[in-house]
């Protein structure tokens, strides 16, 4: 069973559960339209859009989709968290940092220890991710902590525009890969 709201420790992050005072940390870099290429969100993103996103992470049950922020010195840089299906043993993660801080490792270092503490505490068999096809960036996090290209779901969400869909790559890592 997982330890409640645990905190997880890097070499240069820390990540925690999300507070109310980290609402104008993510309003700051969520209005980056760059950062928000890739993610279907608001913009402008206001600040009762975080206020939001932060009470949400508090609402929904932490055994089932932990949320951790990601923080560098004090301050919020981004977000991971997972959405488990206990039943089939797997869990998606989804992963994102302020733009600002692109091209630093910070999100492959934070991935790779919520993928270490999930696999050990929720005893899952398979941890994926996905991603838009146009964001080599976060394909390469994946591929930096083990995980396989495993195919391409096509036009899988909607883009900006209502007459653009994108596609999406999948990646996933295995118990037995990620132990090696």
């Known amino acids: 069973m997982p330890d409640e709201h645990p905190t997880l420790q890097t070499e240069r992050l820390t990540l925690r ?5 980290d609402v104008d940390d993510v309003v700051a870099f969520a209005n980056d339209e760059e950062w928000q290429r890739y993610l279907p969100l608001p913009y402008p993103y206001e600040r009762v859009h975080g206020e939001q996103f932060v009470a949400e992470s508090f609402l929904k049950d932490w055994k089932s989709h932990p949320t951790f922020a990601i923080v560098l010195d004090d301050t919020v840089i981004g977000g991971i968290n997972l959405s ?12 994102s940092i302020a733009r600002k801080h692109w091209g630093n490792g910070y999100a492959t270092e934070a991935t790779h220890a919520v993928v270490n503490w999930a696999f050990e505490e929720f005893c899952l068999a398979k941890i994926h991710a996905v991603a838009i096809v146009d964001n080599k960036r976060s394909w390469r996090v994946m591929e930096r902590i083990g995980m396989t290209r495993e195919g391409v779901l096509r036009s899988e969400v909607p883009g900006t525009d209502s007459s653009q869909r994108h596609d999406m790559v999948y990646y996933g890592i295995l118990r037995e890969e990620w132990e090696r």
Do not use: N
């Open 84 to 95: 488990v299906d206990k039943r089939r043993q797997t869990a998606e993660m989804g992963y």
């Open 17 to 21: 559960r999300f507070q109310l005072t």
